[in-house]
Structure formats: C-alpha cells, structure tokens
C-alpha cells in the first residue's frame, strides 16, 4: 500500500478550515489541506513527514503535523486508523521494537498532533467504510530541522505545493 487517499486544497470552507488551523500555533506558518479515504485499501504507509519548503527564500522545515478527523460514526472495524509508530519515544527517549503501535480511532472532531519527525501510517479503509474526511497539514519553522532521509518512506524531500500557506 502506498499513500493512497485523495488530497485537495481547494475545498468548501478551506479559508475558514485554514484560519482555525493556523490559529493553534500562531507563530509558526500553517499549511493545510483535505483529505479522503473514500475506496478500501486506502491508507497510507508508514514515513514521518520531513520535508523542507521554502518561504520567502528561506527553507522550512515540518516542526508539527496534525490531523483533524471529520467523519462522524467512524469505527475501528471501518479501518483507517492512525497509528503511531513511535511509542515509549517520548518515554524512553528512543525507539523501542517491542513496544506495540498505538491505534487511534479517527473520531469524528478529534485531533491528533505531534513534532515532526514521528513516524506514523494509516492502516486501510475496509470495504463498505464510508469516506474517512480530515484536515492535515503543517506548521513550518525556518531552518533545516533534520536530515532527510531520502526514499526511506516515499514522504522525505522537498514540498510539492499542494497544502496551502497561511
């Protein structure tokens, strides 16, 4: 499974989606965007979200992630879960293998943040799933924050554009 799901930056309300967002981490710029899990298998495999953009000449770097999920009724059994790949990280200062993923449901209003790097996936939309909606995205600190780890996940490199700057 790759990352699979549908993103867009244009969207009804995304001005007002984008000004909330923005708001939780005033002084750091924002970048939004909408996402859909609508067929099964949907998901995304497991990366951590470096990546550097520039602003006004300047590189950027990803310092925190989040999700906000917006679909109401969603069950575990519907699949999509958030999975933190990284737990007894914050606890133990580094990565332990026997340490199990922590599954979060994708709750309708709920939101999941974390400082990038973390690596994190997605698990897949099962069949008969209705449409897993949220709003991602980043806030961005100037400067390089880490290495990138150049085809390790699919997800290090430079920003492609697509989520929005606020």
């Known amino acids: 499974m790759a990352h699979a799901f549908k993103s867009a930056t244009a969207f009804p309300n995304a001005a007002a989606a984008r000004n909330l967002l923005a708001r939780l981490l005033p ?5 939004v965007s909408a996402a859909s899990y609508c067929e099964p298998g949907h998901g995304i495999q497991p990366h951590d979200d470096k990546a550097f953009r520039a602003v006004a000449g300047l590189r950027h770097s990803r310092a925190v992630a989040c999700v906000l999920h917006l679909s109401q009724g969603w069950r575990a059994e519907h699949g999509g879960l958030f999975l933190d790949l990284q737990q007894g990280a914050d606890a133990g ?4 293998p ?3 993923a922590r599954a979060v449901v994708p709750a309708f209003n709920t939101l ?3 400082k990038v790097p973390r690596m994190h996936a997605v698990t897949p939309v099962a069949p008969g799933a209705p449409p897993r909606l949220s709003l991602f995205g980043w806030w961005l600190q100037p400067g390089e924050l880490y290495d990138l780890d150049v085809d390790r996940s699919g997800s290090g490199g430079d920003e492609e554009g697509r989520s929005f700057e606020t």
Do not use: Q
Request: charged share 25%; glycine share 14%; proline share 7%.
């Open 98 to 100: 026997d340490d199990p």
């Open 93 to 96: 200062g580094g990565n332990n």
């Open 27 to 31: 002084a750091r710029r924002a970048l």
């Open 112 to 114: 999941v943040a974390f």
